[in-house]
């Protein structure tokens, strides 16, 4: 089956009381029961929505996973994940990542005696350099927000796995349509779905996705047990959202390609972050495991005052957080998404105060290009 099919079968089926072709918001806290232990698997919303369940089953299907949860955030999501390890446990993370997983990692779980190691994860071997006897996961973002480096995903599995270590992917930026790291050995896959699956910027949430069956019961436990649930609407709005991933990452990706090559011919543009350009130094690897680039690109002006006097001026993207949505967004990371991010870790990995974020959206190209020219013109 292919992928837009499934965007629109999987766990969609019609509702089994009335035949409604999409899955009902169904806005309830709890179900009543026939008798003592007799009931038609719904007892308790927290514990069990048709609607979350029917998006679980959705998200699973799309990145070929078993068994899928749906969280009130992205940072929920990754916060259940972080429950499969224990006090004197040690897990290797991507040294790019959001800035609020870096946060959730050293600001509160470190706190409860999880060790945590940031290393450049696009060299696997710096991965296998930094496992120790206590190391029980591997975290990695790929391509990392917002400087887009890129991890070898079969690489990384492959050291992971030869010491018995699970693998862990932040796929947010690609989406199932564009990668799907389970193909290449990851054991979990989560995402803020608040971003492309989603993609209409009207919720925020998340979703991991696995195959192990152990790992998938206690993260089902751990759901339920801390409760960070998504709402039934949120759910239903993820739900409606990846009908249309396969389309709309199509044109983020051909938009995407469009500005960094405009971009990256621009005289005020000092350096540009995008996977799709032959100057990445990872195209290669992003071909291979990617099966387009994204409509994520950064692009470093040399200066704090000239990205201001870009985020100020543009007209049609919009200067704010978040990407994914089918509006243009523009943002800083080193005050805005990477603010929390340690300063020399912020300048080795080049979120300098020059760099510049855009979320391409699915306005029209010459639009886009157009605005961004105004606003650098400006610079
Ligand atoms: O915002 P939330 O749904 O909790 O998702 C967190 C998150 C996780 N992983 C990645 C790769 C992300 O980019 C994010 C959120 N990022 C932004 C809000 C941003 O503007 O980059």
């Known amino acids: 089956m292919g992928f837009s099919t499934k965007a629109i079968h999987a766990g969609n089926e019609p509702d089994p009381t009335t035949g409604a072709v999409t899955v009902p918001i169904y806005q309830t806290s709890t179900y009543a029961q026939e008798g003592l232990g007799k009931h038609k698997g719904f007892e308790y919303a927290r514990t069990q929505n048709p609607t979350r369940l029917a998006l679980e089953r959705n998200i699973a299907a799309l990145e070929g996973a078993k068994f899928g949860y749906a969280f009130a955030s992205g940072m929920a999501a990754i916060d259940a994940i972080l429950r499969l390890v224990h006090a004197g446990d040690h897990v290797i993370v991507s040294d790019n990542t959001y800035g609020g997983t870096f946060r959730l990692f050293t600001r509160i779980l ?99 996705v696995l195959n192990d069956e152990k790992d998938a019961e206690w993260l ?11 709402s039934p609407f949120d759910s239903w709005l ?92 523009i943002s800083h990371p080193a005050t805005m998404t990477h603010a929390s991010v340690l300063v020399e870790t912020r300048q080795r990995i080049g979120i300098t105060d020059g760099l510049v974020r855009i979320s391409v959206g699915l306005e029209d190209t010459e639009d886009i290009i157009a605005d961004l020219d105004q606003a650098l013109d400006k610079a």
């Not at 696009?122 to 975290?139: H, P, Y």
């Not at 699970?166 to 796929?171: A, F, G, H, K, L």
């Not at 089902?220 to 998504?230: C, D, M, R």
Request: hydrophobic residues 40%; glycine residues 10%.
């Open 110 to 208: 470190s706190n409860y005696g999880i060790e945590f190691s940031f290393v450049d994860t696009s060299d696997a071997s710096n991965v296998e350099a930094a496992i120790k006897d206590n190391t029980r996961m591997v975290f990695l973002e790929t391509p990392t927000n917002p400087v887009m480096i890129i991890s070898d995903l079969q690489a990384v599995s492959d050291v992971a796995h030869a010491r018995g270590v699970r693998v862990v992917c932040d796929n947010t930026f690609m989406s199932p349509y564009l990668q799907r790291p389970m193909e290449f050995g990851v054991d979990i896959v989560v995402h803020s779905t608040t971003k492309y699956l989603n993609g209409h910027s009207d919720g925020v949430g998340g979703v991991a």
């Open 220 to 230: 089902g436990f751990v759901q339920n047990g801390a409760g960070a649930i998504l």
């Open 238 to 329: 993820v739900l409606r959202g990846t009908k249309t991933l396969a389309v709309r990452m199509e044109q983020h990706d051909k938009s995407g390609r469009a500005i960094a090559a405009f971009l990256e011919e621009h005289p005020k543009v000092e350096k540009i972050y995008y996977p799709g350009s032959l100057s990445h130094r990872q195209h290669d690897l992003a071909k291979r495991q990617q099966k387009g680039f994204g409509g994520m690109v950064a692009f470093d002006v040399g200066s704090l005052e000239r990205a201001r006097t870009v985020l100020e001026a543009v007209r049609l993207c919009t200067l704010a957080e978040s990407l994914g949505g089918v509006e243009t967004l």
